[in-house]
């Protein structure tokens, strides 16, 4: 990505422009990208992994699901130093636990950090 200075003979520019590049900025650093409009499949494999990221956050919310503290501080600790919470790393383990494509709604949890053969 190449670093905009002075984009469009301005101090700064932020938006959309003609309908296909985006200025933006992150972190001081101004910069611009094409502007991309994301599909949205509405598949039948798309809702069965919403629908298991949905189960698998709440269970990771709820207070009354196995997942208790102890849970969630070993998630935790194995994150430590990547790039990736404990939450992001119990959801990719539950997704992969339970197949996401054909997931019928029966939510099985991974049982520890990296857990993640099918149920």
Not at 26 to 53: C, D, F, H, M
């Amino acid at each position: 990505m190449a670093k905009i200075i002075g984009p469009l003979h301005s101090d700064d520019a932020r938006g959309k422009f003609a309908g296909s590049i985006v200025f933006s900025g992150w972190k001081g650093v101004k910069y611009a990208r094409a502007l991309v409009v994301p599909a949205n499949p509405n598949s039948t494999e798309q809702q069965a992994i919403r629908a298991l990221i949905t189960d698998a956050s709440q269970a990771w919310r709820n207070e009354d699901s196995p997942i208790d503290s102890a849970y969630k501080s070993a998630y935790d600790l194995f994150a430590v130093g990547k790039p990736f919470s404990g939450f992001n790393a119990y959801i990719k383990d539950a997704v992969a636990k339970n197949e996401a494509e054909e997931y019928t709604g029966s939510f099985v949890a991974p049982t520890e950090p990296g857990d993640n053969t099918p149920a």
